[in-house]
């Protein structure tokens, strides 16, 4: 059984591959994000998430991880689209998802033991 730690790290894996099979379906091209609402609110109900789930990991874990992860960024986008969804820069979230979410997925894979890694 995962620890509570990496169960955490298995959903945010999980809604890594979400926003990649969301990109998929839609086109990976930033002008089709920027006009497409439904693109839109689907990346950020994964994003939200994501953000949601990181702040469940335990301090011990957070700190263990800085150097990979950046925690606090990755909440701090959670926050932006929960409290002023308004202010969000689609340019700024689109860099998150095409650069960062790879970055995130490839690190959760490797926390986590090999029968739960997934490349997707």
């Known amino acids: 059984m995962l ?17 990649q099979d969301t990109m ?30 990181t702040s469940g990991l335990s301090e011990e874990y957070r700190s263990a991880t800085k150097e990979q992860i950046q925690w606090p960024h ?22 998150i998802i095409t650069e960062d979410i790879p970055v995130l997925k490839t690190f959760c894979n490797e926390q986590l033991p090999p029968e739960y890694r997934q490349d997707g």
């Open 74 to 95: 990755i909440r701090g986008l959670r926050n932006i689209i929960v409290h002023d969804y308004g202010k969000i820069q689609l340019d700024q979230v689109w860099q």
């Open 24 to 53: 998929s379906r839609f086109g990976v091209s930033l002008e089709g994000f920027l006009s497409d609402s439904d693109y839109q609110q689907s990346i950020a109900f994964s994003v939200l998430q994501i953000g949601e789930l």
């Open 3 to 19: 620890s509570r730690d990496l169960q955490r790290v298995l959903k945010i894996r999980d809604y890594c591959l979400s926003i």
